[in-house]
């Protein structure tokens, strides 16, 4: 199977929900997690990531066995260890993965060319200018130039967590990467910002704006989810 972004959502601007793996305890993680998936897919949500953000490697996997339901979309982002990502999306079936990074200086090519030729089914969704990542010092142009050849999908963010991917760097990445190639805003996406994001971005990783005061150890707050995907809904009449 061919590799594509659009493919694999088949959706105009597809939404993700970010899985946090916030709780007291393993067990308590897994039955949120799942919990929380089952709202986004309620609500309309296109796809689920599913991160070790508050949780262990054990739980990532947990929550991947025990989620393969037919027609949902996952994803896997093992922070730290991002190829540890490929090793678990295959084990689970899981359609992509999110990489925080597909630049130079946080690859090992060779290896991530290895996991990505024993994987050509597996769509990966590859950070540039990702927040909490360091510059390369390149031209922007040969960052996003390397990037797109490494990955089906670009995500960029702001400076941090819950904070709005600035318009101005979405319009940057999106005259290089042209209309074709996919481009994802992958941090603090609301309800409010999304009209404006949606001119640049070809679909959005929301993750802390789900939750009540965008405190990602809370669970996901099912009006947040409506409110928005009400509002994506009306952007893909357009």
Same mark, same amino acid.
């Given at each position: ?8 959502? *088949?959706?105009? *601007? ?20 799942? =919990? =929380?998936?089952?709202?986004?897919? =309620? ?8 991160? %070790?953000?508050?949780?262990?490697? !054990? ?5 991947? *066995?025990?989620? !393969? ?7 896997? %982002? ?34 991530? %060319?290895?996991?990505?030729? =024993? ?16 510059? /390369? ?19 960029? /963010? ?31 996406? /609301?309800?409010? %910002? ?16 789900? !939750? ?27």
């Amino acid at each position: 199977m061919e590799r594509g972004f659009k493919e694999l959502f *088949k959706v105009s *601007k597809p939404v993700m929900g970010m899985i946090h793996l916030a709780g007291s305890n393993s067990r308590d993680k897994v039955t949120r997690a799942l =919990e =929380e998936m089952r709202v986004y897919y =309620e609500e309309g949500v296109d796809g689920f990531i599913i991160e %070790n953000y508050h949780g262990g490697l !054990k739980d990532v996997m947990n929550v991947a *066995k025990h989620s !393969k339901w037919h027609d949902v979309v996952r994803g896997i %982002n093992v922070l730290g260890e991002p190829y540890t990502s490929f090793v678990i999306a295959h084990q689970h079936r899981t359609q992509f993965i999110q990489l925080d990074s597909v630049q130079t200086l946080d690859l090992d090519l060779s290896s991530y %060319n290895l996991f990505r030729d =024993e994987h050509p089914g597996l769509v990966v969704l590859g950070g540039i200018g990702f927040k909490y990542t360091n510059p /390369t010092g390149n031209p922007l142009e040969q960052d996003i130039r390397e990037g797109m050849s490494r990955c089906e999908a670009i995500v960029t /963010t702001g400076p941090g967590t819950g904070i709005e991917t600035p318009i101005e760097k979405l319009k940057r990445y999106k005259k290089i990467m042209g209309d074709k190639f996919p481009l994802i805003s992958g941090a603090g996406v /609301t309800a409010q %910002n999304v009209r404006e994001q949606a001119q640049y971005a070809d679909g959005f990783i929301v993750g802390s704006y789900f !939750k009540p005061y965008g405190n990602t150890e809370l669970k996901v707050d099912r009006n947040l989810v409506r409110s928005f995907m009400d509002v994506v809904r009306e952007i893909r009449k357009v």
